[in-house]
């Protein structure tokens, strides 16, 4: 196993919400990108984002690991949730949020700020 | 603030790689693996959104989705359409997907 290989895993076995992402919250390089983080904010998640685009191998490993092929790719608890068409959909149905109290918890929006992991 | 051509080269999915046939052929492509994949969909459509045959909205109602999560419905989408995700026919794809019950 390669040690990027393990720091992606770590990413989404860690974190309780990771989104990973082409660019970051700041520069979003990516309309979908931007539509899934734009509809995790509006559920309140506490937000970690990976820019995948310093390094084709993330990606490469990423979609290795979850099966997925397209960015961005949405992590609750180490659990796909899928990329930016599910999210806007489990949001407008008000399943979003319940996804993430269900496993985070009723408190789940604490105010803890967004964190950016960096895996260059 | 990017221009959209930066945009648009960030969110392809793999480098370009022309078979021959032009636009509309890999929107029959991409319907025929559909309906392979979907033989009894009572609903299944692709759209060229940009009209530059890459980026696509695909959209199948099928009983094979009945039960299942989004995720696992969009896994058996992407399962559909392997050879063109993999071969850079697709730069974009969204998805919409339901079951039938």
């Given at each position: 196993m390669t040690e990027l290989n393990e720091r992606i895993k770590r990413v989404i076995e860690d974190e309780p919400v990771a989104l990973f992402m082409?660019?970051?919250?700041?520069?979003?390089?990516c309309g979908n990108s931007q539509r899934a983080l734009e509809a995790l904010r509006r559920a309140g998640a506490p937000l970690t984002t990976v820019d995948i685009?310093?390094?084709?191998a993330i990606r490469q490993e990423l979609s290795m690991l979850?099966?997925?092929?397209?960015?961005p790719q949405v992590f609750v608890r180490g659990e796909l949730i899928g990329g930016a068409d599910i999210c806007e959909e489990l949001a407008a149905s008000g399943e979003l949020e319940r996804t993430l109290e269900e496993r985070l918890?009723?408190?789940?929006?604490?105010?803890r700020e967004e964190r950016i992991v960096s895996l260059v | 603030m990017l221009e959209n051509a930066d945009r648009a080269r960030a969110c392809q999915i793999e480098t370009v790689t022309w078979g021959v046939g032009g636009y509309a052929d890999s929107v029959e492509r991409l319907e025929e693996l559909l309906r392979a994949a979907?033989?009894?969909?009572t609903e299944l459509s692709v759209v060229?959104?940009?009209?530059?045959?890459?980026h696509f909205h695909v959209t199948v109602a099928s009983?094979?989705?009945?039960?299942?999560?989004l995720v696992d419905q969009h896994r058996l989408v992407h399962d559909a359409l392997g050879p063109p995700l993999h071969d850079g026919t697709i730069h974009e794809l969204r998805i919409t997907t339901k079951g039938v019950r």
């Amino acid at each position: 196993m390669t040690e990027l290989n393990e720091r992606i895993k770590r990413v989404i076995e860690d974190e309780p919400v990771a989104l990973f992402m082409k660019g970051t919250p700041e520069l979003v390089m990516c309309g979908n990108s931007q539509r899934a983080l734009e509809a995790l904010r509006r559920a309140g998640a506490p937000l970690t984002t990976v820019d995948i685009l310093p390094n084709p191998a993330i990606r490469q490993e990423l979609s290795m690991l979850s099966g997925w092929p397209t960015i961005p790719q949405v992590f609750v608890r180490g659990e796909l949730i899928g990329g930016a068409d599910i999210c806007e959909e489990l949001a407008a149905s008000g399943e979003l949020e319940r996804t993430l109290e269900e496993r985070l918890g009723s408190d789940y929006r604490n105010g803890r700020e967004e964190r950016i992991v960096s895996l260059v | 603030m990017l221009e959209n051509a930066d945009r648009a080269r960030a969110c392809q999915i793999e480098t370009v790689t022309w078979g021959v046939g032009g636009y509309a052929d890999s929107v029959e492509r991409l319907e025929e693996l559909l309906r392979a994949a979907f033989p009894d969909a009572t609903e299944l459509s692709v759209v060229d959104r940009t009209g530059t045959g890459d980026h696509f909205h695909v959209t199948v109602a099928s009983p094979r989705l009945d039960g299942l999560s989004l995720v696992d419905q969009h896994r058996l989408v992407h399962d559909a359409l392997g050879p063109p995700l993999h071969d850079g026919t697709i730069h974009e794809l969204r998805i919409t997907t339901k079951g039938v019950r």
